[in-house]
């Protein structure tokens, strides 16, 4: 190399790097920027839109040739106002405003949804925004800037390694109208279906129907024979489906992972498969089955036969990468073989979120050997859709149960039924998880985590934790023979009121208030009746002019609830927590504590 040549290398090394910034002006957001710190040679556009009432930018970005794009954020800023909190999906019910710089949020096809609200003391919306994008990496920073009392949003993309492709295009949504904060989550998480052509999977009624799960009494102690002990008593109590978790495929009960990944039926605790599931379909009820579907353990018979097919390295079990066309077949298969082996009628389908790469993607050292997709979360969707167009070949009705965080509008076309994260014995925890789901769920089934107290709790003391999961279709886990008549009773009756009330319930109207408290009211409202949950004893239930049957269930810890009658008077009638009628009572205009049993309920109509 002469020394011209060794001057141009030097001063190519010394060249910055090309970096963007792009700027546009919205009612909604303020000043919105674009910037990119090297572009790389993409070409980036950037345009407005207003329409039906809130306003979104279009980002594209396009290069000559296929190569991994560039990273970039947007951002913008605005005063304060009467900002006091920020809802995001997966904020369990605290929705502090942080400062902005403290926490960074996160959603991809298997974390959360990128939407994000600011709203008021009042279950007002301030400014709710959104991205369409539900498969790829968001990193999410919001909250209060310090310096200027402002609050702040920046989105930033590709910031994971990505595989090379020549176009990409993307939508943010500024929504600042005044109403409330819940409306707006809805119609952001809708856009975001619409704009990305997403159809969620259907869900049948069977979706809605309480349920059993064997994980929080038995854990990996499972056996055939006292599952169908506890599925009778089950059906007895209205139950109508049980979900068969972790344990039926070992041997080993230590709570890992490492015997995942052959899914053969360990014979020590259920002999014969087939046969136990066709004993629980006799006794009336439906028979799902778990899987931790990207994990294949060290001491499975799996593990070698996928060695340089996974995503991580971990000490008792390795992470698929669904890539691989032969993983995605795998997989397909085993879910497929069970169905026809077993007649399950569905599949807890658990670990969707550690589909991701931590680090350098092995794709690339590997050149990306042996993969017939490049993109992650591509080869997620397609697996994904895989798995459920295969299963509903079989059977039409089949039942597909996610867990929480996995919860965005990209795998609702997977599944139908979204249940809320691990929170043994945790009621608000619970409660809390329910309302976010039902923001963002659509019309899929929303699942509370599996119910349990403590055996010698009383009655009223055990409602709570069903009261707390009212709103959702309600898991329990609770081992039926070991519990006292009187909570059977109690149970019998919330199983019955949920579904004579289901309608109300689960499909229509919901109202999930001061999300910064951890909802302590919830309301759901049809065309015939209010239902209205309490869970603080001091907190106003204000009740408007209105025809329709009112119930307001009592989950606080106190035997009386005030109650505000705006106008007018109305006929009450109080049960306790067995469905039992107690007294009745009348209620004039003004405030009034009421005494109802705590874990009960009032039946309000007109005088």
């Known amino acids: 190399m002469n020394a011209f040549s060794v001057f141009c290398l030097i001063a190519t090394l010394s060249l910055p790097a090309a970096a963007m910034t792009k700027n546009i002006t919205t009612r ?4 919105v920027q674009l910037y990119c710190p090297n572009t790389n040679g993409w070409n980036f556009s950037i345009s407005q839109q207003n329409s039906d009432g809130f306003e979104s930018i279009k980002i594209e970005l396009s290069h000559s040739e296929p190569t991994s794009p560039p990273a970039f954020n947007v951002s913008f800023s605005k005063p304060l106002g009467d900002v006091r909190y920020l809802w995001h999906a997966n904020d369990d019910g605290r929705c502090a405003l942080l400062p902005s710089w403290l926490k960074k949020y996160h959603s991809d096809i298997a974390s959360g949804v990128p939407v994000y609200t600011f709203l008021n003391n009042s279950n007002a919306n301030r400014l709710t925004f959104a991205v369409s994008e539900p498969f790829r990496n968001i990193e999410a920073v919001a909250g209060a800037v310090e310096d200027d009392a402002l609050i702040e949003g920046k989105l930033s993309f590709f910031s994971t ?22 409306d707006a989550i809805k119609d952001a998480v809708k856009w975001i279906s619409d704009r990305c052509g997403i159809t969620s999977a259907p869900v049948p009624d069977t979706a809605f129907d309480p349920l ?45 992972y490492a015997y995942c990944g052959d899914w053969e039926v360990y014979s020590g605790k259920i002999p014969n498969m087939a046969q136990h599931v066709r004993n629980v379909h006799n006794l009336g009820l439906k028979y799902m089955i778990w899987y931790s579907v990207p994990f ?11 060695k340089n097919m996974y995503l991580t390295n971990r000490n008792d079990r390795n ?29 807890k389908l ?18 990306y050997a042996g993969r017939d997709i490049k993109s992650l979360p591509e080869s997620v969707d397609t697996l994904m859709t895989q798995i459920r167009k295969r299963l509903e070949k079989i059977r039409p009705d089949i039942l597909i149960e996610f867990r929480q965080k996995y919860i965005g509008p990209a795998i609702r076309q997977y599944g139908n039924m979204l249940r809320a994260n691990d929170c043994p014995c945790d009621a608000r925890g619970n409660k809390s998880r329910i309302a976010s789901l039902r923001l963002t769920s659509g019309n899929t089934a929303v699942h509370s985590d599996m119910l349990e107290w403590n055996v010698t709790d009383t009655p009223e003391t055990a409602s709570q934790h069903i009261l707390s999961a009212i709103f959702g279709v309600i898991q329990y ?17 919330w199983i019955d009121f949920s579904q004579k009330h289901r309608t109300t319930l689960l499909h229509s ?11 302590p009211v919830i309301e759901a409202e049809s065309k015939s009746e209010l239902i209205i949950a309490t869970y603080e004893s001091d907190r106003i239930i204000s009740l408007k002019p209105t025809d329709k049957t009112i119930y307001i269930l009592n989950a606080t810890d106190s035997g009386d609830i005030p109650v505000e009658l705006q106008s007018g008077s109305k006929q009450g009638e109080v049960f306790d927590t067995f469905g039992n009628s107690i007294r009745a009572c009348k209620l004039h205009s003004g405030i009034k504590r009421i005494s109802i049993p705590m874990g009960g309920y009032i039946v309000i109509s007109n005088a």
Not at 161 to 182: K, L, M, Q, V, W
Not at 300 to 306: A, I, L, Q
Not at 325 to 347: H, I, M, N, Q
Not at 477 to 493: F, I
């Open 28 to 31: 909604s957001a303020g000043d």
């Open 477 to 493: 886990s609770m081992n039926l023979q070991k519990l006292p008549d009187s909570h059977k009773k109690m149970m019998k009756h």
């Open 319 to 347: 992470v698929l990468d669904p890539r691989f066309p032969e993983v995605r077949e795998f997989l397909c298969s085993t879910y497929e073989k069970a169905l026809k082996d077993w007649d399950v009628d569905g599949f």
């Open 212 to 256: 059993y799960s064997t994980w929080y009494q038995f854990h990996q102690q499972v056996n055939a024979e006292e599952i169908e002990k506890e599925c009778s008593l089950a059906a007895s109590m209205g139950m109508k489906t049980i979900i068969l978790d972790d344990g039926w495929q070992t041997g080993d009960n230590n709570r890992g």
């Open 296 to 306: 294949i353990g060290f001491k499975s018979k799996s593990h070698d036969r996928f």
């Open 509 to 519: 109207e919901f109202r999930p208030y001061f999300p910064q408290s951890g909802y």
């Open 161 to 182: 390694p990505e595989a090379p492709i020549t176009h990409y295009c993307t939508e943010i949504r500024f929504d600042a109208s005044n109403r409330f904060y819940g």
């Open 350 to 367: 658990d670990f969707i979120d550690e589909f991701k790469i931590n680090g350098i993607d092995p794709a690339i050292e590997q050149c």
